[in-house]
C-alpha cells in the first residue's frame, strides 16, 4: 500500500464529507447530543446532588468544620430546651432524643452500624467517655421506652444528658 492511500483512508476517516441524508442524520444527531447534554446539567442544578457531592465538601473544607456539627448543636439546644420545661414527658423525650443523637453521631462517625448497643460493644477501649456510663445513659432511655409507667426524676436525666453530652463533645469532637 502505498503512502497516499494511507492517507486518504486516515483523511476519510478523520474529516469524513457528509452530503445528503448523511447530512440530515448528523444534524439530528447533534440535536439529540445538545438535548441531552442540556438535560444532564439541568438536572445536575436542579437536584442535591450537586450540592451533596462537591459543594458541602467544599464549604467543609474551607471552614474547618464538620457541616453535621452545626445540625447535631441546633438539635442539642432543643433537647437541652425540653428540660427546662421540667414537665415529665418532656424530660423523658429529652433523654430519648439524645440518645438517638447519640447514637446517628456515633454511626456517622463510623463506629459501626446496628443499635447503640452494638456500636457500644464496638467503641474502642481508649473511647474519652467510659462505656459503661454510655451504657448506663442509654439503660434510662430504654426504661423509658419499655417502660410506661417509668418515673424519671430531673436529676438523673439531667446526669444521662451530661454523659450524652461528653459523649458528643469530647468522644466525637462535635461541638
Known amino acids: 500500500m502505498n503512502p497516499e492511500k494511507i492517507e486518504e483512508i486516515i483523511q476519510f476517516l478523520l474529516y469524513p464529507k457528509m ?6 442524520i448528523k444534524w439530528v444527531f447533534l440535536g439529540f447530543s445538545l438535548f441531552f447534554f ?14 451533596k457531592m462537591f459543594l458541602l465538601d467544599l464549604i467543609e473544607f474551607l471552614t474547618f468544620r464538620p457541616i453535621e456539627r452545626g445540625k ?14 421540667n414537665l415529665e414527658a418532656e424530660i423523658k423525650l429529652a433523654v430519648i432524643e439524645a440518645d438517638g443523637l447519640v447514637e446517628e453521631a456515633l454511626k456517622s462517625a463510623g463506629y459501626g452500624d446496628g ?16 462505656v459503661e456510663k454510655i451504657r448506663q445513659a442509654h439503660k434510662i432511655r430504654e426504661n423509658i421506652v419499655h417502660d410506661p409507667s417509668y418515673k424519671l426524676e430531673l436529676n438523673v436525666a439531667k446526669e444521662a444528658l451530661k454523659i450524652f ?3 458528643l463533645r469530647e468522644g466525637l469532637d462535635l461541638f
Open 19 to 24: 452530503s445528503g441524508w448523511l447530512l440530515v
Open 115 to 130: 443499635s447503640l448497643e452494638e456500636i457500644l460493644n464496638k467503641l474502642p477501649l481508649d473511647f474519652p467517655v467510659a
Open 38 to 51: 442540556g438535560y444532564i446539567l439541568w438536572g445536575l442544578f436542579k437536584t442535591s446532588w450537586l450540592k
Open 72 to 85: 447535631i448543636e441546633g438539635e442539642w439546644k432543643k433537647i437541652k430546651k425540653r428540660l427546662e420545661s
Open 165 to 167: 453530652e461528653k459523649v
